[in-house]
């Protein structure tokens, strides 16, 4: 029986429910640049991706990829200055077992410290928030979570590894994390939970509560 000694998260749409406002300020500044975008469609075309995955995209859409991102990160700091809802449960979870911690998102470095950085979370994780700009390759590769292990001084088949998107799973599994997919409040795409086992997910949790459950089954002598 494995023996878990840290937990690795990703951050939006499993720390805080940022994924509905992300897309939206993405399909604002794409449809400013000329291209109309509901959320929905940015949606499907960025969630989850990597930078580079998204940049690309946008060029071969014809944009401008450096306008389209800073216009996005305008838009969305300042929802961020209104409200970062957290993922609801998500207080317990990190109050409730006793292991290291940390973040590992594709999310750039900017945007984590307007975000998860600024709110009652944060502390919980003290210098372990990860952004793919401190690795290599971002998610699917296994780099962020590697780095993250090695940080916290755990073997990666030490760690919990929870993302709500397959890239995230991906990078678990082939690191040698336990992969757990995360279905959140806000999502909405059809079959998520088959996607999320299809890129090799051990469990799928349905909210915070599923995932407390887990973990109390998987630590249980360490359970608060």
Known sequence: MREYKAILFDCDGVL?????????????????????????????????????????????????????????????????????????????????????????????????????????LAPRFGPHIYSAEHVPAPKPAPDLALFACERLGVAPEQAIFID??????????????????????SEHRKGHAQTLRDAGAEHVVHGMAEFRDLLSRLLLPLAA
């Open 16 to 120: 805080i429910d940022s994924e509905p406002m992300g897309c939206q300020a993405l399909a604002r500044a794409v449809t400013a640049a000329g291209l109309p975008m509901t959320r929905e469609d940015a949606t499907r075309v960025f969630s989850g991706n990597a930078a580079q995955a998204s940049i690309a995209w946008l060029r071969e859409a014809g944009l401008d990829a450096t306008a389209v991102f800073g216009e996005s990160d305008r838009i969305l700091f300042e929802m961020f200055d209104r409200d970062i809802p957290h993922v609801e449960g998500i207080e317990a979870v990190l109050s409730g077992f006793g292991l290291p911690m940390a973040i590992c998102s594709n999310s750039s470095v900017a945007r984590l410290a307007q975000s998860v950085a600024r709110t009652p």
């Open 164 to 185: 709500d998107n397959p890239h995230g799973v991906l990078c678990a599994t082939a690191a040698g994390c336990l992969a757990v997919g995360f279905i959140g409040p």
